[in-house]
């Protein structure tokens, strides 16, 4: 699949703005801007592996396509969620555990960078990367 690959973030599109949005305070959105995040993804069948490695923190989301399962953010935010495929894109589709707000993450490989969208309250950012 597209997706399986080593993934390092290269690049961010109104990314503070979104996690103002979600109510990331000032230090910790500087932080988040230089997480060096990695992404390590793969997929066998209908379940996805992703390694996440950044400065902040080192963890392994294993999850099925269409089955519901509990994730936090890198900053304590908790979400529940699952993703699904529609065409060559992994979409997920998130409320957050505390305010019960959605959260739409887009994940989609476009030549050999790997854009992963985020929306959430009207607000849409971007992180991309590319291919380790």
Do not use: C, P
Not at 41 to 61: P, Y
Not at 75 to 88: A, F, Q
């Amino acid at each position: 699949m597209a997706f399986d690959g080593s993934w390092k973030v290269d690049r961010s599109e109104n990314y503070d703005k979104f996690m103002e949005k979600m109510g990331i305070n000032m230090v910790k959105r500087k932080l988040a801007a230089h997480d060096n995040l990695k992404l390590i993804i793969t997929q066998e069948g209908n379940k996805f592996t992703v390694k996440e490695s950044s400065t902040f923190r080192n963890i392994e989301i294993v999850f099925e396509l269409g089955v519901t399962f509990k994730y936090s953010l890198a900053d304590g935010t908790e979400l529940t969620g699952s993703w699904t495929i529609e065409g060559n894109k992994l979409v997920g589709n998130f409320q957050r555990v505390d305010n019960g707000k959605e959260l739409k993450t887009v994940r989609e490989v476009m030549g050999s960078e790997l854009v992963q969208t985020y929306t959430y309250e009207g607000v849409e950012a971007k992180r991309i990367f590319k291919k380790e």
